[in-house]
Nanobody, 123 residues
């Protein structure tokens, strides 16, 4: 499975961005997908995840109510809509996928990782 994240950039505090993750290979429509982020000098942290059908989602407390994860299985895309961004959201954002055979939970573990896209929020 190959994952390609895009959509990062520079935005002012209070603004919005939508990240996209394109998947190729594997059985995307059967895979749980997630977004993680890593700020400078920080450990990578879970942001959001969505199950194969889109019927279940999970968010970290820090983004709940501001971020929305969604997916389009026909296009093999997963999105992260980020609203009301703050400087604390500045990080490299990574999309990840669970192998379709894994019986895991939405917050992990994940088997495949994309290269990351940088989100910078200015104050």
């Amino acid at each position: 499975v190959q994952l390609q994240a895009s959509g990062g950039g520079l935005v002012q505090a209070g603004g919005s961005l939508r990240l996209s993750c394109a998947a190729s290979g594997g059985a995307f429509s059967d895979s749980t997908m997630g977004w993680f982020r890593q700020g400078l000098g920080k450990e990578r942290e879970f942001v959001a995840a969505i199950n194969w059908s889109g019927g279940y989602t999970q968010y970290s407390d820090s983004v709940k109510g501001r971020f929305t994860i969604s997916r389009d299985n026909t296009k093999k895309l997963v999105y992260l809509q980020m609203n009301n961004l703050s400087p604390e959201d500045t990080a490299v954002y990574y999309c990840a996928a669970q192998d379709e055979l894994r019986v895991g939970s939405l917050d992990g573990p994940y088997d495949y990782w994309g290269q990351g896209t940088l989100v910078t929020v200015s104050s």
